[in-house]
């Protein structure tokens, strides 16, 4: 599937669906866009919707280690032979849509397809569906969403979305549908001012997330996450422990909860206490630590948005300590604006080679990253690199593994052998 690359237009993914009998009208979804942190709101939705009984759908991208981590129904993936099963499924659907002259169907379409049959077949009561690129012509923007949510707006993907924030910001906003309220999860007004237009346009409402929800009481508990207390229009919860660590995702768990906040007068109520489901969220590849002497920290931040928000959130755990960074950042990212911020605290940068296609002039990253940290290494290899980190770092110091979830991948195969 992977030859396939990125196609605009929503026709294949229409024409694949209609072959597959339109799965994805039969159940309800929640749709969420953004340039960061979107699989974090759907995990904390995922853990609170579950908790209350319900079976729920779950498409996120892109993955650590296997395509089946994007299909799954609650906490448990999609198999491999059911996902074998589908692509076979869908096969007449594929040839229709190419005899249509709509061309080869994209892998992200395919697997879109897929996940939407695959939750009619299990019966879900509500899918949470994460956009891949954009939102205008992402193939997940054929749902009838209860709620559609904005986390964010940054500059990354511009060669498909720019050239400036507000063009990406436009383009998420394609996911805003009539008469649907719409959140956002940050205030940048310039991107406030796109979404009011268009929600005013479609006749949708927009609700400011940081308006709706208080946090208050918060102790940052590192790695551990943080002990606060809750407010919203519905829900008022003390002392909750969350578990996903990083300040970022205070905003994530605020935009999470907005949209909780919508859902009982949609039909889906959330009756059981909080603070249970927030204190078992977990969400592999983001501030995950892997290691504890030294302390091993891997994070899937691929463009400057997401390091500016993982070396604020280290700053504040590790105000004290030095790291050894070990990156690996792919040919279409803005590799200066990555690397400057993640320079603060950096004393060894270690520069590898994310896995594939994308990453065949990793080399030219060499001259950016030796403009920016006071000694860079060469690691080609991903594994050879964490070993090379391993033998580098000191006493106090802790290591940082990131750029890319090519990256991680082997990465974190290596640390925890799965």
Request: overall charge negative; glycine content about 8%; hydrophobic content about 40%.
């Amino acid at each position: 599937m992977t030859r396939f690359g990125i196609k605009p237009g929503l026709e294949r993914i229409e024409t694949l669906l209609a072959g597959l009998g339109n799965p994805h009208q039969r159940y309800a979804t929640i749709h969420i866009a953004g340039t960061n942190g979107k699989g974090s709101v759907i995990a904390i939705l995922n853990h609170v919707l579950s908790a209350e009984g319900y079976r729920v759908g779950v498409f996120t991208s892109p993955h650590l280690h296997s395509y089946c981590e994007r299909i799954r129904i609650n906490h448990e993936l999609i198999s491999a032979d059911d996902l074998w099963y589908l692509i076979n499924q869908l096969q007449p659907a594929i040839s229709a849509c190419e005899q249509a002259g709509y061309g080869s169907p994209t892998e992200f379409e395919i697997l879109t397809a897929l996940a939407f049959a695959y939750f009619e077949q299990q019966r879900v009561d509500i899918a949470l569906i994460e956009t891949g690129l954009g939102g205008i012509y992402d193939a997940t923007n054929v749902v009838q969403p209860l709620v559609t949510a904005i986390t964010n707006v940054g500059l990354d993907h511009l060669e498909y979305l720019g050239p400036g924030i507000e063009d990406v910001a436009y383009n998420k906003a394609g996911i805003i549908k009539p008469g649907v309220p719409m959140i956002y999860g940050d205030d940048d007004p310039a991107v406030v001012k796109i979404l009011q237009d268009v929600c005013r346009s479609r006749g949708a409402s927009l609700c400011m997330a940081k308006k709706n929800v208080r946090l208050t009481r918060i102790t940052n508990r590192g790695m551990a996450g943080f002990i606060l207390d809750i407010g919203t229009r519905r829900f008022s919860a003390h002392e909750v422990c969350f578990s996903l660590p990083g300040s970022y995702q205070l905003d994530n768990l605020t935009t999470a909860l907005t949209i909780l906040d919508e859902l009982p007068e949609r039909g889906f109520l959330v009756k059981k206490d909080l603070g249970e489901s927030l204190s078992s969220v977990r969400w592999p590849g983001r501030m995950e630590r892997v290691g504890q002497y030294p302390e091993i920290i891997l994070d899937a931040a691929h463009n400057q948005h997401g390091a500016r928000a993982l070396a604020r959130a280290l700053e504040e755990i590790y105000p004290d300590r030095t790291r050894i960074l070990l990156i690996g950042i792919l040919d279409d990212k803005d590799g200066p604006g990555i690397f400057g911020s993640l320079a603060a605290h950096t004393r060894l940068c270690i520069l590898t080679r994310p896995e594939g296609d994308r990453a065949r002039n990793w080399l030219q990253r060499y001259e950016e990253a030796c403009r920016i940290f006071p000694q860079v290494f060469l690691a080609e290899e991903i594994e050879y690199g964490v070993r090379r980190a391993l033998e580098e770092v000191r006493d106090q110091e802790y290591i940082l593994i990131t750029g890319s979830f090519l990256t991680l991948d082997r990465a974190r195969r290596f640390l925890t052998q799965t």
